[in-house]
Each structure stands twice: as C-alpha cells, then as structure tokens.
C-alpha cells in the first residue's frame, strides 16, 4: 500500500537506472565517410527552379484561420 503513494519516484528511479544501463551497454561503431575532395556538374545543366501557383491570403482570410 506505502508503494503506491510512492509510484512517481519509483518510476523516475527506474527510468533513471534503464537509462543507466543503456548508456553503458551500447557499442560504438566506427564512423566511416567516403567523400569525393571536388564536387563536379555534370554538363550544363540550367539551375532547377521551383514556382508557385497559389495566390496569397488576405488579412481577413488569415484572421478567419486562427
């Protein structure tokens, strides 16, 4: 009965240790990149650009959204 007034601090406190024990049974693995030194275009290819249909909402219709 005394443990279920104390079920809040029991929880942290095992929460706490499951943390613990994770942290400390974990293995790290190498970290490994393969990077290219020089980033290089493919022939001439124009910049892609992205344009947007959508008209702009007014004061009022923004208003009627909140």
Sequence with gaps: ???????????VIVA??????TFA???TKPLTVAADAVVTVQGDAPMPVVTIAAKRLTAAEKAALI
């Design 16 to 21: 706490g240790v499951a943390l613990s024990v």
């Design 25 to 27: 049974t974990t293995e």
């Design 1 to 11: 009965m005394n443990a279920l007034k104390h079920m809040e601090a029991i929880f």
